[in-house]
T-cell receptor
C-alpha cells in the first residue's frame, strides 16, 4: 500500500462548481499536509499547508485534514477554467522528504 | 511564496552527452534541496536529497554515478545527467526548503530533458 493514495481522475466539472479533491494516507506519523497545483510541464506550486487536523481557508480554497480517519481534502469553490491542472496532495513527518499522492487531473469546463 | 529558479527549462541532447541542470533558491537559504523525476501523467518520484556541503542521499534504484548531485552552497544545487541515454528522457524538478520558511517546500519550474 502506498503511503499516500490519491485518485488520479480525470475529474471534469462545469465552471462555478465546487470541486472536492481527496487523499488518504496510511502513516499516522505524518504531521504536515500540503496541496500543490501543477500545470502541464511546470513545477508544482504550493497552494495550502496545514499542520495536524483542522481546516484552513485561503480565498476559494479550503484544505481539511482529519487525522482520525487519515483523510485529506481540498475544496475549490466557484471553480474557474484557470483551475484546470493536476492537484497533488503530500504529507510529511517533519524534516523528511515529502510523500506525494499520484495527483488528480482536474478540468473545469467553461 | 519563495522563489526557486531552475535552468534550463528544456534541453535536447545527443545520446552519450552529459547535461547539467541548475537549481537556485533566490530569496532564501536552502538547507536542503531535493531532485525529482516525473514521467508523463505520473507523480513526482524522489531521486535524491542533498544538504549543503554534504554528499547527496540517493533513493533506492537511482544510480549515483549517473545522476551527479552537487550542493556546494546554500543557494545552488546542480544535477548532472552523465552519458545520457533516451531512457533518461524525463521531466526533472528540483525543490528547496529552508528553516526560515518553516521547512515548507518550494519547487523549481522543471527541466524537460529529451535525449535523442
Amino acid at each position: 500500500q502506498k503511503e499516500v493514495e490519491q485518485d488520479p481522475g480525470p475529474l471534469s466539472v462545469p465552471e462555478g462548481a465546487i470541486v472536492s479533491l481527496n487523499c488518504t494516507y496510511s502513516n499516522s506519523a505524518f504531521q504536515y499536509f500540503m496541496w500543490y497545483r501543477q500545470y502541464s510541464r511546470k513545477g508544482p506550486e504550493l497552494l495550502m499547508y496545514t499542520y495536524s487536523s483542522g481546516n484552513k481557508e485561503d480565498g476559494r480554497f479550503t484544505a481539511q485534514v482529519d487525522k482520525s480517519s487519515k483523510y485529506i481534502s481540498l475544496f475549490i469553490r466557484d471553480s474557474q477554467p484557470s483551475d484546470s491542472a493536476t492537484y497533488l496532495c503530500a504529507a510529511e513527518r517533519g524534516n523528511t522528504p515529502l510523500v506525494f499522492g499520484k495527483g488528480t487531473r482536474l478540468s473545469v469546463i467553461a | 511564496g519563495a522563489v526557486v529558479s531552475q535552468h534550463p527549462s528544456r534541453v535536447i541532447c545527443k545520446s552519450g552527452t552529459s547535461v547539467k541542470i541548475e537549481c537556485r533558491s533566490l530569496d532564501f537559504q536552502a538547507t536542503t534541496m531535493f531532485w525529482y523525476r516525473q514521467f508523463p501523467k505520473q507523480s513526482l518520484m524522489l531521486m535524491a536529497t542533498s544538504n549543503e556541503g554534504s554528499k547527496a542521499t540517493y533513493e533506492q534504484g537511482v544510480e549515483k554515478d549517473k545522476f551527479l548531485i552537487n550542493h556546494a552552497s546554500l543557494t545552488l544545487s546542480t544535477l548532472t545527467v552523465t552519458s545520457a541515454h533516451p531512457e533518461d528522457s524525463s521531466f526533472y524538478i528540483c525543490s528547496a526548503s529552508g528553516q526560515a520558511l518553516n521547512e515548507k517546500l518550494f519547487f523549481g519550474s522543471g527541466t524537460q530533458l529529451s535525449v535523442l
